[in-house]
């Protein structure tokens, strides 16, 4: 596609229970990054990929969170075992990424998630 | 942690006036993003700027840079009601981390 997709736009789910969001970055991106926005926040860094590999995990709030990306293309977030705080907007982006010069980020338009 | 911040965290003005947002961020940068965010949608590239860059223009956008205060500014002349967004600044190497944002609010 022309743009990045993400998926689903919104998600409404009970805690505890498991969630996956999907990323589609722009083709032939080889970095692709997820943020978390909190409601009238700004954003937090969570994890970034250059091709398969995920060189920093560092942003990752704990263990129930984690995130592949395979074919360097489509990269899936999963949530384990949501909790309340889990609720936010999940952006996803990608660039050309030249390590240590990390250009402009195309972001996609985020997924919504509402654990209740 | 975020690597900027964002000043003012709020601000209101009427269209036809200049709106100047200030950044200041912690590390030594290869260069500075500037993006925008309309409500509950993903953000936008406005503009970026290089480490060895002072000043940099597109349209009604005015990006400045000091390396010695670490700060940069953004400045948009002769606002817009549409330019009502956030406005975030954004910095890093491997992985961009943003500010804490503007909200810019441009009556008509």
């Known amino acids: 596609g022309a743009g990045v997709s993400q998926s689903p736009s919104n998600k409404v789910t009970e805690k505890g229970k498991d969630v996956e969001l999907r990323c589609d970055p722009i083709s032939g991106h080889t970095a692709l990054y997820w943020y978390r926005q909190r409601l009238g926040q700004g954003l937090e860094f969570l994890i970034y990929f250059q091709g398969n590999s995920a060189p920093d995990k560092s942003g990752l709030p704990s263990d129930r969170f984690s995130a592949e990306r395979t074919g360097e293309s489509v990269s899936t977030l999963t949530i384990q075992r949501t909790q309340q705080e889990d609720s936010a907007v999940y952006l996803c982006?990608?660039?050309f990424g030249t390590g240590g010069n990390t250009g402009e980020l195309f972001f996609g338009e985020g997924s919504r998630l509402t654990v209740l | 942690s975020q690597q900027g911040e964002e000043d003012p965290q709020a601000l209101s003005i009427q269209e036809g006036e200049n709106a100047t947002m200030n950044c200041s961020y912690k590390?030594?940068?290869?260069?500075l993003q500037w993006y925008r965010q309309n409500s509950g949608r993903g953000l936008v590239h406005l503009i970026l700027i290089r480490s060895n860059e002072r000043e940099k223009h597109s349209g009604r956008l005015r990006v400045t840079l000091d390396t010695s205060k670490k700060s940069s500014s953004l400045l948009i002349t002769a606002s817009r009601a549409a330019d009502t967004a956030s406005y975030f600044c954004?910095?890093?190497?491997?992985?961009?981390?943003f500010g804490t944002g503007t909200r810019l609010q441009v009556f008509p």
């Open positions: 954004a910095t890093g190497t491997d992985k961009l981390i």
């Open positions: 982006a990608s660039s």
């Open positions: 590390t030594s940068i290869n260069n």
